[in-house]
C-alpha cells in the first residue's frame, strides 16, 4: 500500500497516535485526510500542521460513523484507508461497573465494526481499500491490571482477523496495530503505563514510522515493539508458564485503583 494520492480516515485523530499517524500520512502525500475525535481543541491543531478535515464523531455511536464516512466520501473522494484508532485506558477488573464494560466494548470493538459497515462495501466495489484496527499488545497478550481493556482489545483483534478472511480477495487489506507503551494522553497515568512500558516507551512518530512501513509490505500484524512477536511465541509455546509468569507480574503491580 502506497499512500501518496490516498483519502484517509483516522478516528481518534486529535492527540497521540492518531495525530501522529495524521502527519506521517500527510509527509508520505496522502490527497486527503480526515480526522475525526471528540478532542476538538486536538482536532484544531492536528487540522492547523496537516490541512486534514476535523470532524468531531463519537465512534461509539453508529450514526456518527455513518455521517462521518458520508461527509468525507462528498468532500474528499471515495476512502481508501480508515484507520480505525480511537480508543481508551482505564483500569478495571471484572467488578467494575456494567456501564464501565460496555463503554470499552462500544469504542474498542463496535467501533471498528461499525466503520466496516461503512466502509467495506464501497471499496468492495472498488476492488481496494485498507483497514487498520488499531489494538493494542495486550490484545495479543494480556494487560495485567485491566481486565475491560485486555478483554476488548483481544475482540478487536479477533475481528480485524475475521474481517482479513472474509475480505481477502475482494482486494481489501486489513493490518492490526498492537503496540506496547506509546507516549501519547493514554499513558499519562503512571500506574496504567507501567507494565506496558516494560520494553521502553516510544514516541508517537516512531509508531507511526512503523505503521508506514508495515502497510507498504501488507502485513497483518503491525508491532512497533518487535518483542510482541517473542511473547506471543513464548505464550503459545507453553501457555501455562505464561500464565505462572503473568500471575507474578500482577502480584508485584498491586492492588488496582479504578
Not at 54 to 66: G, H, K, L, M, Y
Not at 115 to 136: D, E, I, K, Q, W
Not at 214 to 228: S, W
Amino acid at each position: 500500500m502506497d499512500i501518496k494520492d490516498k483519502i484517509i480516515v483516522i478516528t481518534g485523530g486529535g492527540s497521540g497516535i492518531g495525530a501522529a499517524l495524521a502527519r506521517r500520512f500527510k509527509a508520505e502525500g496522502a490527497r486527503g485526510i480526515a480526522v475525526a475525535d471528540l478532542n476538538e481543541a486536538g482536532l484544531a491543531k492536528v487540522a492547523a500542521d496537516t490541512g486534514a478535515i476535523p470532524i468531531r464523531c463519537n465512534v461509539a455511536v453508529e450514526a456518527e460513523i455513518q455521517a462521518l464516512v458520508a461527509r468525507v466520501e462528498a468532500e474528499l473522494g471515495p476512502i481508501d484507508i480508515f484507520c480505525s484508532n480511537a480508543g481508551i485506558a482505564r483500569l478495571g477488573d471484572e467488578d467494575v461497573p456494567n456501564e464501565e464494560w460496555q463503554l470499552n466494548w462500544d469504542i474498542h470493538v463496535m467501533a471498528h465494526v461499525y466503520a466496516v459497515r461503512a466502509v467495506a462495501p464501497g471499496m468492495v466495489a472498488r476492488g481496494s481499500g485498507y483497514l487498520v484496527h488499531t489494538a493494542s499488545a495486550a490484545g495479543l497478550l494480556s494487560h495485567i491490571q485491566s481486565a475491560t481493556y485486555s478483554v476488548t482489545k483481544h475482540a478487536c483483534v479477533a475481528f480485524a482477523e475475521w474481517v482479513a478472511i472474509k475480505y481477502k480477495h475482494q482486494g481489501i487489506k486489513v493490518s492490526v496495530l498492537a503496540p506496547q507503551a506509546v507516549r501519547t494522553p493514554m499513558t499519562d497515568r503512571p500506574d496504567e503505563a507501567a507494565v506496558a512500558a516494560v520494553d521502553g516507551m516510544i514516541e508517537p512518530a516512531e509508531l507511526a514510522d512503523c505503521v508506514v512501513a508495515t502497510m507498504a509490505k501488507e502485513e497483518f500484524l503491525i508491532l512497533p515493539h518487535p518483542g510482541v512477536r517473542d511473547y506471543m511465541l513464548r505464550k503459545t509455546n507453553d501457555v501455562d508458564r505464561w500464565l505462572n509468569s503473568m500471575n507474578k507480574w500482577r502480584q508485584q503491580a498491586g492492588p488496582i485503583r479504578t
